[in-house]
C-alpha cells in the first residue's frame, strides 16, 4: 500500500493515478494510522514553502513524518515542493524552517538571460547509468517535466544523484537511505516518470 500525504497543497489526483496506473494500492491521506501502516509514503507539494510547512504543522503531522522517515526508516518519496520540503531551511518569502531530513537549503533559481524564473518545461536529467532509480531510463537523453522557482543546494555531495542543466548544474533528486526525492513531476513525465516510481516501488530498501 502507497499512501500520499493529503495536506491539502499537493498533486495528489495526478499522482494516485500514476501509481494505479502502474497496478498499485493506493490512497490518499491525512490520518497518522493510516500513513503508519502504509508501505510506503509519498510527500507532494505544489505552491510556497511556508505555507506547506504550516500545513503540515496544523495538521500535526510534522514529527509524526519525522519519525516515519528517520526512526522507522520507511521508504518516503518527496515530489516538487514535496521535495524541499526534506531541507533544512528555505528563503522562499522569508526564512522558514523545513522537515530536516536532508542537509540542504531551499535557494531561488539565479539563472542568465534568456532563461527565466520560474523554471516550465522539459529537460533531460544526468546520472549514474547503474543506478537502479533509473534503471530502464538513458542519462542525458531522457526528459522529465519541471515547474520550479527555487531549487535544492544540497551540503552533502553523496545525497545528490541526478541533476537537470538550467544555466547551471540543478539539483532534480535526492537519496538518502529511505528517502528520496525530485524537484520534477514523475507522474507528469509521461513514460520515464513512470517507469522511476516504478522502480521506486519495486525496490527493497
Not at 508501505?39 to 507539494?45: A, E, H, K, M, S
Not at 516550465?120 to 522557482?149: C, M, Q, T
Not at 527555487?150 to 533528486?173: E, K, N
Amino acid at each position: 500500500m502507497i499512501a500520499i500525504v493529503d495536506y491539502g497543497m499537493g498533486n495528489v489526483r495526478s499522482l494516485r493515478n500514476a501509481f494505479e496506473y502502474l497496478g498499485e494500492d493506493v490512497i490518499v491521506t491525512s490520518d497518522r494510522d493510516e500513513l503508519a501502516s502504509a508501505d510506503r509514503i509519498v510527500l507532494p507539494g505544489v505552491g510556497a514553502f511556508g505555507d506547506a510547512m504550516r500545513a503540515i504543522r496544523e495538521r500535526d503531522l510534522q514529527a509524526f513524518l519525522t519519525r516515519q522517515a528517520l526512526e522507522v526508516k520507511k521508504p518516503i518519496l518527496g515530489v516538487c515542493l514535496g521535495m524541499q520540503l526534506f531541507a533544512k531551511s528555505s528563503s522562499e518569502h522569508g526564512n522558514h524552517e523545513g522537515l530536516g531530513w536532508i542537509d540542504a537549503d531551499i535557494r531561488r533559481l539565479a539563472v542568465p538571460a534568456p532563461l527565466k524564473v520560474p523554471h516550465v518545461g522539459w529537460n533531460e536529467l544526468h546520472f549514474s547509468p547503474d543506478d537502479w532509480l533509473f534503471k530502464g531510463i538513458r542519462s542525458g537523453e531522457a526528459n522529465f517535466y519541471f515547474v520550479h522557482s527555487f531549487h535544492m543546494a544540497c551540503h552533502r555531495g553523496q545525497d545528490l544523484i541526478a541533476t537537470t542543466d538550467y544555466g547551471s548544474p540543478v539539483t532534480a533528486v535526492v537519496r538518502s537511505g529511505n528517502l528520496i526525492a525530485a524537484q520534477f513531476h514523475p507522474e507528469k513525465s509521461q513514460d520515464n516518470g513512470l517507469k522511476m516510481l516504478g522502480n521506486w516501488v519495486q525496490h527493497t530498501f
